[in-house]
DNA sequence: AACAGTGTTGTATTTTTGGCAACATATACA
DNA sequence: TGTATATGTTGCCAAAAATACAACACTGTT
């Protein structure tokens, strides 16, 4: 497991330059680094040859480069929601030992897109393919309350839980706003509970959900928050892997 | 001018993999480089620990890694256009002589955001913050010819040359899509011809224009084709550093 | 079953690197 | 204005780190 040192201090100097606003001096990153100044200047020029950083001009302060950006489209040109979302899904299923979900949205509907089965005997399975109303799904509920589509016209009754009313589904979306992650409590199926988080794109629009679903037996109301944080810790982090960043949608947020 | 050698072949690596389809094995990469192969398996390995590459769990072979997203991502955020369209305007001023605009489209009319004069005694001159017609404009046909936006209602004529006729128009437009870049002979300001080309972002999509603008007795229709190439080999330029990538616009075109 | 292909890992050599120092240049201060 | 403290860059040589060679483990093929 051998490093080479100086290209990993190579790639070091590009995180540094990540977190910095206005660049940083030769200087600067040495101290960060704990470096010399001199391997530190010729670090910055190598990696200025290949254009992953550059140096401005005047101040001679280095910022990244726009080689990063030639690289980081280029990969998302190749990904696919669905590739980066199964090793998520299993995260979910070794988590929680609940069937674990991807949909997107489509025709106003939650279309489940992805699937990882659970091992245990007594287990929720759903088609991939199949279309899910929003109003009385996790899944649809993540959309509902992340995305900006609209309100469904009608809400159709699935089970006897299932929410019919518009203000009280409009308060069970602001709950879920708050507290990231969206819950199906028997509201479409008899004796089944799912928890779902939103998953965002490089450019911090909702692009689909993930989540569990599971045996009311299992997914108990006391532990349901307990589930909710772990599908919403990997919702992000899958959200990360798609070059979502926080700060993205905090700065979406404020132009409101 | 000492290149840090692994840190090079590090980057080389990065710049190989962004043109493979399916990935690279060690041995691949190692041949194309020529090096070892050891090598190369340590170099991609100190990558991978950084995230910069990632190995496929089954095939072991490398492909580009999040870590490029994010740091591409967290570019993008501080890029502003016009900051980056600045030295490409000196370009254009230092190889025509002729004063260099950038324009958006705003309502519907071309906005010019920034200008760098020419030290040209005779010289155009128009503010920042303008709004101008699209129709008898080279940054307003811009717009017209390479972006989504529909035609103007009412073409106002302003010189004697103003097309004001929609076929002929239409006409201009279609050649002005052929060759690449814009031409306004006259057709807003006597004396005055103006050469533009379009300037597209990270995701092919139009983001604004820019170009020159001179008196007719400096740009002459003999010499106005070699200012349009200079013209359009600038504003390529600047698509690129904004992270345009030439193959994106091609699937696009295909996709119609 | 032998083989050609992968990718990874020891190890010795030697090339490359990194730190020291000196230098040049810029900015702050008196 | 001159002095002082920053900065970034460059020569140099010792020293360490990277390299190439080889051996190894593993896979899939003929």
């Known amino acids: ?39 530190a200047s010729r670090l910055l020029h190598t990696l200025a040859n290949y254009g992953f950083v550059e140096q401005d001009e005047y101040s001679s302060r280095y910022t990244l480069g726009p080689q990063l950006l030639t690289l980081g489209q280029h990969l998302l040109n190749r990904i696919t929601l669905r590739d980066h979302a199964r090793p998520y899904l ?43 109303p929003l109003h009385c799904t996790a899944l649809g509920k993540v959309m509902l309350a992340f995305g900006d589509c609209c309100m469904p016209d009608e809400m159709k009754p699935f089970t006897h839980r299932t929410v019919t009313d518009r203000s009280t589904l409009e308060a069970q979306l602001t709950q879920t ?46 532990r349901i928050d307990e589930f909710g944080s772990v599908v919403k810790d990997t919702a992000d982090a899958l959200s990360t892997r798609l070059g979502y960043d926080a700060k993205l949608r905090r700065r979406a947020d404020a132009d409101k």
Chains 1, 2 share one sequence.
């Open 90 to 132: 299993h995260e979910l299923v070794d988590k929680t030992g609940e069937c674990a979900h991807l949909a997107i949205l489509a025709q106003r509907q939650a279309l489940y897109i992805d699937q990882v089965e659970s091992t245990a005997a007594l287990r929720v399975e759903s088609e991939i393919g199949t279309l899910s």
């Open 177 to 222: 706003g708050a507290r990231g992650y969206a819950i199906d409590d028997e509201e479409y199926n008899y004796g089944v509970r799912c928890v779902a988080a939103p998953v965002y794109d490089h450019r911090g629009a909702l692009v689909g959900a993930i989540g569990i679903s599971g045996p009311a037996g299992r997914v108990t109301l006391e």
């Open 1 to 39: 497991m051998a490093e080479i040192q100086s290209l990993a201090r190579g790639l070091k100097i590009l995180n540094l330059l990540e977190h910095s606003r206005n660049g940083m001096g030769t200087t600067e990153v040495a101290n960060q680094l704990s470096i010399d100044k001199s391997s």
